[in-house]
C-alpha cells in the first residue's frame, strides 16, 4: 500500500491524525488540494460568516435565533480550539484563544473588533477543514484498490 502524500511527501497515520499549523499552510498552498481547500473553506468559513450576520443583524428581532448562533458557535469553537491546541500546545491557552476570539466576533459591537474576529475564524475553519478534506481524500484513496489491479490478473489468465 501507499502512503498518502502531502505536499509531496509521505505522510504516517499520525500526520494524518493531527498536522502541524504549518503542514495545514502548505496542504492549503499546494496546487493537488486546491478543490478541497475550496470546498473547506466554504464549508468552514461559511459557518463564522452565517453566526455573525445572525448575531448582528437578526437575533435582536427574532430571539428564537440565539439557538442557530449557538450550533455555529460550538461548530466554530470545537475547530478553534483544535486548531489553537496545535499552535500553542497548551490546553488553557486554546481555550482562552477560542473565549477571546468567539467572543469578541459575537458579543462586541464594534466592528473593527469584530470584523477581524471573523476574518480569523473563517481562516482558522476554511483551513482547518480544507485541510481534513484534503487529507481524508489521501486516506479514501489509499484504501481504495489499484485501478489496475483488478485487471492483471484477468490479463494473465487470458494470456496464459
Not at 505522510?11 to 491524525?17: G, K, L, N, R
Request: aromatic content about 8%; charged content about 10%; some cysteine.
Amino acid at each position: 500500500m501507499r502512503a498518502p502524500y502531502l505536499n509531496g511527501h509521505a505522510t504516517t497515520s499520525v500526520a494524518i491524525a493531527s498536522p502541524s499549523i504549518v503542514e495545514m499552510v502548505r496542504c492549503a498552498s499546494h496546487k493537488k488540494h486546491r478543490l478541497a481547500m475550496i470546498a473547506g473553506f466554504v464549508l468552514g468559513g461559511w459557518i463564522p460568516i452565517t453566526t455573525y450576520s445572525i448575531i448582528h443583524w437578526h437575533v435582536q428581532s427574532m430571539p428564537l435565533l440565539w439557538l442557530l448562533v449557538a450550533g455555529g458557535l460550538v461548530y466554530s469553537a470545537l475547530t478553534v480550539y483544535q486548531w489553537a491546541k496545535l499552535a500553542f500546545h497548551q490546553s488553557l491557552k486554546a481555550i482562552g484563544f477560542v473565549v477571546l476570539l468567539e467572543g469578541a466576533m459575537t458579543f462586541v459591537p464594534d466592528p473593527w473588533i469584530g470584523v477581524p474576529c471573523l476574518f480569523l475564524l473563517v481562516i482558522i475553519n476554511g483551513l482547518a477543514t480544507g485541510t481534513t478534506l484534503a487529507l481524508d481524500h489521501h486516506q479514501h484513496r489509499r484504501e481504495l484498490p489499484h485501478p489496475h489491479s483488478r485487471l492483471r490478473p484477468q490479463r494473465d489468465l487470458v494470456r496464459g
